[in-house]
Structures are given as C-alpha cells and as structure tokens.
C-alpha cells in the first residue's frame, strides 16, 4: 500500500508564499506521475501541478502558471510545490497523489491517480 505523507500548508497573506512537501512510500516508475491537486469547497477537484517520470516536463494548471513550481527529490521519494504570489483564490485543501502507467493525455485527471495524501489546508487572506 502506497501511503502520501504531506505537509506545509497553513495560512498566508495575498502576495505571500509556501511550500508544500509530499513523500511516497510507494516505488515509481518510468510511467508513473507525481503531483498536487486542490479542493474549494463546492467546486470539483483540479489539476496544480504534475509530472511524470520519465521526463523533466511539468506540467501546470491554467490558474497557477508562472506562480506555483513542482519540482523532486528523487532521492528522497519527495515532491514539493513551491507557491508564490498566492491568491485568495488559491484557497483549497492540496493533495498529493501518485499514479501508475499513468498515460500523457490522463496526466489532469484526476481519476487517473491511484494513490492520494490526506490533505493539507492552505488558506490565503486578503
């Protein structure tokens, strides 16, 4: 069983930044995909950021490009997502979560991720 452990999340004023961290227990693969989706209340969960293994491509959600970065450890079995210029309309609760043989047109899926963190609350005010 593949456990998500994440962390860094909290509150933030408008313009401010966090990192958020997540490591895997589970092993990854050429085809696998690692990455951050968010929940607001009432709304559908969507796509932060991703990547898949077997390329340094990543890959972002409309509303957080060229704000929020995903980047790895390998070593550490950890992902982090670097946000910057956070909005109040970032507010969300942030998960991690991991597919297998994920395929390239899945990767905003998130049907397509077996594996999910617990969620970690991040709050911005303005």
């Known amino acids: 069983q593949v456990h998500l452990e994440e962390s860094g999340g909290g509150l933030v004023q408008a313009g401010g930044s966090l990192r958020l961290s997540c490591t895997t227990s589970?092993?990854?693969?050429?085809?696998?995909?690692m990455g951050w989706f968010r929940q607001a209340p009432g709304k559908e969960r969507e796509l932060v950021a991703t990547?898949?293994?077997?390329?340094?491509?990543?890959y972002y959600g409309d509303s957080v490009k060229g704000r929020f970065t995903i980047s790895r450890n390998n070593a550490r079995n950890t992902v982090y997502l670097q946000m910057n210029n956070l909005k109040p309309e970032d507010t969300a609760v942030y998960y991690c979560?991991?597919?297998?043989?994920?395929?390239?047109?899945?990767?905003?899926?998130?049907?397509?991720?077996?594996?999910w963190g617990q969620g970690t609350q991040v709050t911005v005010s303005s």
């Open positions: 979560a991991q597919a297998s043989g994920i395929i390239m047109s899945n990767m905003g899926r998130p049907g397509a991720y077996q594996y």
């Open positions: 589970g092993r990854t693969s050429s085809t696998s995909a």
């Open positions: 990547f898949r293994y077997n390329n340094n491509n990543a």
